[in-house]
């Protein structure tokens, strides 16, 4: 079993505050030069979680400025005091209503897209399947169509969900696939679509054109659709991701993203730039290579996560 | 985000230089900005600290305080040791040896491994080398068709045997090798997580077996702080021979390139820059400490312009962007030749400057480079020359003439401007310094 961050989280609050304990006990009980370099730590420990420098600085500036107003606070307030300063620094401006999918819109369609290995056609099989579990009946729209062997890996991940698939020749338009998933979901009255497209980089106009496209004419098959756009993310990313998020969203107005791989030793901090730029909310979490890691995104654990050990 | 560290760095360069002399307290303030940079690069916290504590011992040093110059000397310290610590321009394989040379390449989940396999096969295979693909990843759905896939597009050799653990697959491979007298042997493997115990010990239990000479980690270009500790994982487990990075056609900076450096030691031995096969090459230390510091690479550019230009407009167009001399009229035809010289952001990305144009990459379309073209094209040949002589008058003339307004052919103007005053301090920086200079030869 790997045990990331999230795996070792488990344990919950006490963890985080035995770790930061020694820092903290120094913060609160040093001045000077002393507290100086408590202060780095934290700002050390911030930055190498990918939050960027900028926001690393806001926590640190914020806590000086509570140690010069509430002299002698406790372990508990200060620990408090971070955790609070995360969880707002990760509140997004404009909450976006989270969408769920339901009968009236039926088929409810995803847009899965990101940059190349970030993790969307596995994201996409968890989805599959956390929906088919909710007695969904979910169609698969196999829309990368360009690096070899994609139609394959997401036909496995369509049996393994119990999930219909739809898919053209390699090379296809991957607009008319997509279309042709939306058209036969509907024919065939399935309540769930899940569009997989090709990874590619933010920066080539021409592709992000091609997802413009695939977008409009989902829109054209379905009213209303694609009902939610995600951004899948690998948690490994670092600053590149906040270009990433802002050009996938000018493309695609997402609703949302999903951070893959935070099993591993990387937190994935970088979402806490996003969030408080563009304002996207991260709906899930991805834990694993198996169908079932997946989890819903908590601020809190995040949070606890992040002022984890690494 | 593309261009606001130039935009930085130019900010301390003129600081500085406006002061004539530095001060410790500008020298701070320069590495606080550094460090900065570096940080927002992705370059590891730790490796930030040790690198700019090594500048300061520099910058703070003989030369710089009594230089006229410091703030072209601040950044010419920290270039240098960039790339410095980049390394050497690495011989790309390590051919010595008996045959077949096995390859073996690992790395994290979707890092590029699959792929670039299939780029090295290619790339060797135009040497006249008998390769053989082998898929010893039997974890990810369909990975083992995808590197069929691409070995069929390739016309080389591929391997691939169900039912058996990867260490086997790969002693299998070596062995046909061997005896079909095969040059190369690459062993695409599974993408784990480092902290993965059986999916590590696994690796070990491969390379213990068909002793690759090359022992590569494919890391992507866009990785974030957590590099380091993956990278030192890996080393850990297989003594790597090298890394390859990917990805790096996009508009991340690739700090993580200078933290692996740093701390495994190992030589960076090509960048994946697209998705096609033919998109590999050579790693070169100053071209990644450019990008790191959003100075552009000036060096790829003049490449990729010399082979389809001829060479000697080549050198007259450094000379004169090294002097400041740089028309509206070169623009254009630098305009021009962009279009057939490749992918928009790609080439983009190579100009110093060209994020002052306006021409960052989600701008970076056509569309941009349509009107800039339309408004140069308007211009009379003197205009283009000797671009003062444009007065209100001309100006509306020209944006009239190009379908443009007048507030696009001043931005144009503008940035050129800042952009050819810019060259030409790069450019005169760089005069007397072998190592920067080598940078345009
Ligand atoms: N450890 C771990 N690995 C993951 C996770 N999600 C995806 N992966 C792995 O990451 C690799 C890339 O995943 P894919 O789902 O193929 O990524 P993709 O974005 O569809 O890739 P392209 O289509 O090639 O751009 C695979 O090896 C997956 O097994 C996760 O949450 N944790
Ligand atoms: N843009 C770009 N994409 C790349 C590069 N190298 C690999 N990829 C893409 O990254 C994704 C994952 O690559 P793959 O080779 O399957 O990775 P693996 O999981 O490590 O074997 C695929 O979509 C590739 O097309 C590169 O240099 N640039
Ligand atoms: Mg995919
Ligand atoms: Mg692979």
Known sequence: MVTGAFGRLRGGLRRTREVLGRGLERLRTTRGAEREHALEELEQRLIEADVGVEAAVIIRDR?????????????????????KQLLDLMRAPVPPPLAEPEERVAPYVVLIAGVNGSGKTTSLGKLARHYAKEGHRVMVGAADTFRAAAVEQLAIWAQRAGADLVAQKPGADPASVAFDAVTAAKARGHSVVLLDTAGRQHTKVNLMNELAKIRRVVNKAHSGAPHESLLVLDATVGQNAVSQARLFHEVLELDGIFLAKVDGTAKGGVVVPIIRELGLPVRWLGVGEGIDDIEPFSPERFVEAMLAPQ | MFGTLTARLEDIFSKLQGKGKLDEK????????????????????????????????????????????????????????????????????????????????????????TTTAAKVASLLKARNKKVLLVAADV???????????????????????????????????????????????????????????PMMEELSGIAAGVKPRERLLVLDGMTGQDAVRAAQEFDKRLDLTGIIMTKL?????????????????????FIGVGEKLEDLEPFHPSRIASRILGMGDVVTLVEKAQEKVDATKAATLQKKMRKGELTLEDFLDQLKQIKTMGSMDQLLKMIPGASKLGLNASAANDHELVRMEAIISSMTREERRKPYVLNGSRRKRIARGSGT???????????????????????????????????FH
């Open chain 2, 405 to 439: 307004r007048v507030q696009d052919v001043n931005r144009l103007l503008r940035e050129f401007e800042a952009m050819r005053k810019m060259m030409k301090r790069f450019g005169s920086g760089m005069r007397g310094k072998k190592m920067l200079l080598g940078q």
């Open chain 2, 26 to 113: 500008s020298v701070r303030e320069a590495l606080r900005e550094i460090r900065l940079a570096l940080l927002e690069a992705d370059v590891n916290y730790r490796v930030v600290k040790d690198f700019v504590a090594r500048i300061q011992e520099s910058a703070v040093g003989e030369e710089v305080l009594s230089s006229i110059t410091p703030g072209q000397q601040v950044v010419g310290i920290v270039y240098r040791e960039l790339v410095r610590l980049l390394g050497d321009e690495a011989e790309p394989i390590l051919w010595k040896g008996p045959m077949p040379l096995v390859i073996m390449l690992v790395g994290l989940q979707g890092s590029g491994k």
């Open chain 1, 63 to 83: 806590l000086e400025e509570y140690l010069r107003t509430s002299p002698g606070p406790s372990l508990e307030e200060l620990v408090g005091v971070i955790r």
């Open chain 2, 139 to 197: 974890y990810r759905p369909a990975a083992v068709d995808q590197l069929r896939i691409l070995a069929d597009q390739l016309e080389v050799g591929f391997y691939r045997m169900d039912d058996v653990p990867p260490k086997e697959i790969c002693t299998g491979a070596v062995e046909r090798a061997t005896r079909e007298i095969v040059d190369v042997v690459i062993l695409d493997t599974a993408g784990r997580l480092h902290i993965n115990e």
């Open chain 2, 249 to 269: 056609d996009g508009d991340a900076r690739g700090g993580a390139a200078l933290s692996v450096r740093a701390v495994t030691g190992k030589p960076i031995k």
